[in-house]
């Protein structure tokens, strides 16, 4: 039986604006087990990223419970924090933006290393050497600055960095979405491969689909700060019951020349202000089947069938269809 790792309980975040709070994670549920990845996925905005920074307390949490291995998170003292560091760790979206241009490809590396005195001085530069081949970065890089490098390499340094401190769990924030294609394919295979190797444990952001359901064994679909659906990969996308995780997954291609196309759902209507949200159901106004129960109340998360969530008034008459 698989040990749950991540569990996150009534996860919120609020941010103070001049017209009101703003919902950026409302009431988020979840469980990601060992060696499994979560994706997550829906439109900018919707609360990916601060989920995530909430989990690892880069962001401090409005309210909610965020468990590793048994042990609160959200609770900890900075010294109890800074230990969990070293196992819990980021791949930031922006290769470029995340790494200190001052620094080079080995003190890039070294940094947390020294912080948590993972290797004695003198096996450093060795240990450098070493995870520079686990990512694919060539030796003769080792003295480099990031603007020397390109996105492709720049990532890869920031996947070593992350993998430098042995951790358990990483948060892969849209970590190829600034990459070419080609070098998407890359790093994810990279990424797959670390999982394997190091038995690593994801939750990988991102809004593409297609990338998300080769990559994640567990899909939750986020809006306006809300999980509005969650399942295995395989079933999301062969069964998928909210409207706006159908309408997500009617804008994939499919990749058959000549073969048969999907009918394109076409989301109209305006998208609801996270500012002082009502007491209704998020997606509403964009819905083609909302009705007078989607205006006067949020839907909760709800398991239809083992492992399938789903938060919609109207759920059951999409799975008699």
Same mark, same amino acid.
């Given at each position: 039986?698989?040990?749950?790792?991540?569990? @996150?309980?009534?996860?919120?975040?609020?941010?103070?604006?001049?017209?009101?709070?703003?919902?950026?994670?409302? #009431?988020?549920?979840?469980?990601?087990? +060992?060696?499994?990845?979560?994706? @997550?996925?829906?439109?900018? #905005?919707?609360?990916?990223?601060?989920? #995530?920074? =909430?989990?690892?307390?880069?962001?401090?949490?409005?309210?909610?419970?965020?468990? !590793?291995?048994?042990?609160?998170?959200?609770?900890?003292?900075?010294?109890?924090?800074?230990?969990?560091?070293?196992?819990?760790?980021?791949?930031?979206?922006?290769?470029?933006?995340?790494?200190?241009?001052?620094?080079?490809?080995?003190?890039?590396?070294?940094?947390?290393?020294?912080?948590?005195?993972?290797?004695?001085?003198?096996?450093?530069?060795?240990?450098? *050497?070493?995870?520079?081949?686990?990512?694919?970065?060539?030796?003769?890089?080792?003295?480099?600055?990031?603007?020397?490098?390109?996105? #492709? *390499?720049?990532?890869?340094?920031?996947?070593?960095?992350?993998?430098?401190?042995?951790?358990?769990?990483?948060? =892969?924030?849209?970590? @190829?979405?600034?990459?070419?294609?080609?070098?998407?394919?890359?790093?994810?295979?990279?990424?797959?491969?670390?999982?394997?190797?190091?038995?690593?444990?994801?939750? !990988?952001?991102?809004?593409?689909?297609?990338?998300?359901?080769? !990559?994640?064994?567990?899909?939750?679909?986020?809006?306006?700060?809300?999980?509005?659906?969650?399942?295995?990969?395989?079933?999301? !996308?062969?069964?998928?019951?909210?409207?706006?995780?159908?309408?997500?997954?009617?804008?994939?291609?499919?990749? +058959?020349?000549?073969?048969?196309?999907?009918?394109?759902?076409?989301?109209?209507?305006?998208?609801?202000?996270?500012?002082?949200?009502?007491?209704? =159901?998020?997606?509403?106004?964009?819905?083609?089947?909302?009705?007078?129960?989607? *205006?006067?109340?949020?839907?909760?998360?709800?398991?239809?069938?083992?492992?399938?969530?789903?938060? =919609?008034?109207?759920?059951?008459?999409?799975?008699?269809?």
């Amino acid at each position: 039986m698989s040990k749950t790792m991540i569990e @996150v309980q009534n996860l919120t975040k609020y941010f103070k604006t001049p017209k009101g709070m703003l919902h950026a994670v409302d #009431g988020v549920n979840f469980t990601i087990d +060992e060696g499994k990845t979560l994706g @997550v996925v829906g439109e900018s #905005g919707c609360g990916k990223s601060t989920t #995530g920074r =909430c989990i690892l307390r880069l962001i401090e949490p409005t309210d909610g419970k965020v468990f !590793f291995e048994g042990q609160d998170v959200t609770a900890m003292s900075s010294r109890q924090l800074h230990d969990m560091r070293q196992k819990m760790q980021i791949i930031f979206q922006d290769p470029f933006s995340s790494l200190d241009p001052r620094k080079t490809v080995a003190q890039t590396i070294q940094e947390p290393m020294i912080e948590f005195k993972i290797v004695p001085k003198d096996q450093l530069h060795a240990k450098t *050497r070493e995870l520079m081949d686990m990512v694919g970065l060539a030796g003769r890089l080792i003295n480099t600055y990031p603007h020397e490098l390109d996105g #492709g *390499r720049r990532q890869r340094i920031g996947v070593a960095r992350a993998i430098s401190l042995n951790p358990k769990f990483i948060v =892969c924030d849209e970590p @190829v979405s600034a990459l070419d294609v080609s070098i998407q394919a890359q790093i994810l295979n990279l990424l797959k491969e670390l999982q394997r190797d190091l038995g690593l444990t994801y939750m !990988f952001i991102t809004h593409d689909l297609s990338v998300v359901n080769h !990559f994640s064994d567990d899909i939750a679909v986020m809006y306006l700060g809300q999980l509005v659906e969650k399942a295995p990969a395989e079933e999301l !996308f062969a069964n998928p019951i909210h409207p706006y995780t159908q309408a997500l997954l009617s804008a994939i291609p499919i990749p +058959e020349v000549g073969g048969p196309k999907r009918e394109r759902i076409l989301l109209k209507g305006e998208i609801t202000s996270p500012v002082n949200l009502p007491d209704e =159901c998020r997606f509403a106004k964009r819905c083609n089947y909302s009705c007078e129960a989607c *205006r006067q109340s949020d839907p909760k998360l709800v398991e239809i069938v083992p492992g399938h969530f789903v938060a =919609c008034h109207r759920m059951n008459e999409f799975i008699n269809h």
